[in-house]
Every structure is written in structure tokens, then in C-alpha cells.
């Protein structure tokens, strides 16, 4: 493949948990040799540091106050993308319950998000051949000038059982209110909520096999780069 011409492409992959993004968006970046940025790690990341440092992720202002204290690197590379916080691997502790249940409270704090927000910009600005960047608001906030958006979908049911599979021993009834209730405080947050962009293309995935979502996907890029 001639990708040595092809200009750098930024594919923003947009949608709530469960939808099959994190998946997506590496196997397209990899088959297409993308960089690769997991949007959401970050907001964990920035998570997992306020918990550790004994700060009240009930109080808005305490996490606004150490908002830059922490530094997160993020590794782009699809087939085994890092994240570090002070120089921590954290990708392990970052999925774990306690970070899962603070994230949107955490996430929800403007100057949280205006930090993260440059952090994504950044990484984005610099990426060589392009990159597939997935999160909540991508499309709309973080890179609104993006080549493609997407915005996967898929019912709760679906979505609750592919999160109960990777939650090991997780309750379906359980897990599925938890999504909901995580949707809600995600998509009516102030400040950059979760939301479609009016020109983000729809693809759910609710029926849909994984290699099928990404061939969809990738699909998409090629005509794109193709139509550039």
C-alpha cells in the first residue's frame, strides 16, 4: 500500500461505553497504520492520581486545584498502547472499580477537561501519518476539524453484555444500570458532553460483529484519504 503520499488523516471514534469503540479503534489504526489515542484512559488516568493523592473527588474545586499536577504520558501504538501518570504504568489499576465509579464526576470538571483536552490536541498535532482518536467528544470539542468522525451506537442490552464479558463475574442487570446512569451524567455534563457531532457518521453496532465495525470503518477512512 502507498500510504508514503497519503496526507496524515485524524479519525475521531466517538460514543458511550460498550458501543465496541476501544476495539474498533485499534484495529483500524493498526490495519491502517494509524497512531492510536484512548481518550478515555486519560480521564482515568487523571482519576486514578486524585484517588491516590487523598483528593475529594466530590469536590469540584480540590480537583480543579490539582488539575496540572499530574504528568500523563499516553503510548499511540495500537498493538500495545501504554498510559503513565508520574511515570507509573497504570493501565491495569485505571480499569479498576474504584476509578470506574469516580471518572465522570471527575471528568466533569472544566479544568480537568481543558487540560486533557490540550493533552489530545497535542498528541494528535503530532502524529505522523495520522490517528485514530476515540472518547466522548472528540468530534465535537476536542477535534472538531477532524477528517471522519464516527459515532458508534449500540442498544444498552448489547453494550451491557459486552461490559459484563470484560467485567468478569459482573451482574447484567447491574451492569447495564450502570451504563445508563453513566451515560446520563456524561451526556449532560456543562462543560463537553457526550454528544454526536451533526457531521459524525452513525454506525451501530448492536448487530454487528467486531471485524465487522471495523471493515465498516475502515472503509470509511480509505474513501476519505482517497477523496482528499
Known amino acids: 500500500m502507498e500510504n508514503g503520499a497519503a496526507k496524515p488523516v485524524i479519525v475521531a471514534i466517538d460514543g458511550p461505553s460498550g458501543t465496541g469503540k476501544s476495539s474498533t479503534s485499534k484495529a483500524v489504526a493498526a490495519q491502517l497504520g494509524l497512531s492510536y489515542l484512548d481518550t478515555g484512559a486519560q480521564y482515568r488516568a487523571i482519576t486514578w492520581w486524585m484517588v491516590n493523592n487523598g483528593i475529594d473527588t466530590a469536590d469540584p474545586s480540590a480537583i480543579a486545584a490539582a488539575a496540572a499536577k499530574p504528568e500523563i504520558l499516553s503510548g499511540t501504538d495500537p498493538t500495545e498502547p501504554t498510559i503513565t501518570v508520574d511515570g507509573v504504568d497504570v493501565s491495569g489499576p485505571i480499569r479498576e472499580q474504584d476509578v470506574t465509579s469516580k471518572v465522570s464526576a471527575v471528568s466533569a470538571v472544566p479544568e480537568v477537561r481543558a487540560?486533557?483536552?490540550?493533552?489530545?490536541?497535542?498528541?494528535?498535532?503530532?502524529?505522523?501519518?495520522?490517528?485514530?482518536?476515540?472518547?466522548?467528544?472528540?468530534?465535537?470539542?476536542?477535534?472538531?476539524?477532524?477528517?471522519?468522525?464516527?459515532?458508534?451506537?449500540?442498544?444498552?442490552?448489547?453494550?451491557?453484555?459486552?461490559?459484563?464479558?470484560?467485567?468478569?463475574?459482573?451482574?447484567?442487570?447491574?451492569?447495564?444500570?450502570?451504563?445508563?446512569?453513566?451515560?446520563?451524567?456524561?451526556?449532560?455534563?456543562?462543560?463537553?458532553?457526550?454528544?454526536?457531532?451533526?457531521?459524525?457518521?452513525?454506525?451501530?453496532t448492536t448487530d454487528l460483529t467486531l471485524q465487522q465495525v471495523v471493515e465498516c470503518v475502515v472503509t470509511l477512512v480509505e474513501e476519505k484519504r482517497a477523496g482528499k
Not at 121 to 138: H, M, P, Q
Request: aromatic share 2%; proline share 3%.
Open 115 to 204: 487540560r486533557i483536552t490540550e493533552l489530545q490536541r497535542a498528541i494528535a498535532a503530532s502524529a505522523v501519518t495520522g490517528i485514530v482518536v476515540e472518547g466522548r467528544d472528540i468530534g465535537t470539542t476536542v477535534l472538531p476539524d477532524a477528517d471522519l468522525k464516527i459515532f458508534l451506537t449500540a442498544s444498552p442490552e448489547a453494550r451491557a453484555a459486552r461490559r459484563s464479558g470484560e467485567l468478569k463475574g459482573a451482574d447484567l442487570h447491574t451492569t447495564r444500570e450502570a451504563l445508563i446512569k453513566r451515560d446520563a451524567a456524561d451526556s449532560s455534563r456543562k462543560t463537553s458532553p457526550l454528544a454526536k457531532a451533526d457531521d459524525a457518521v452513525e454506525v451501530d
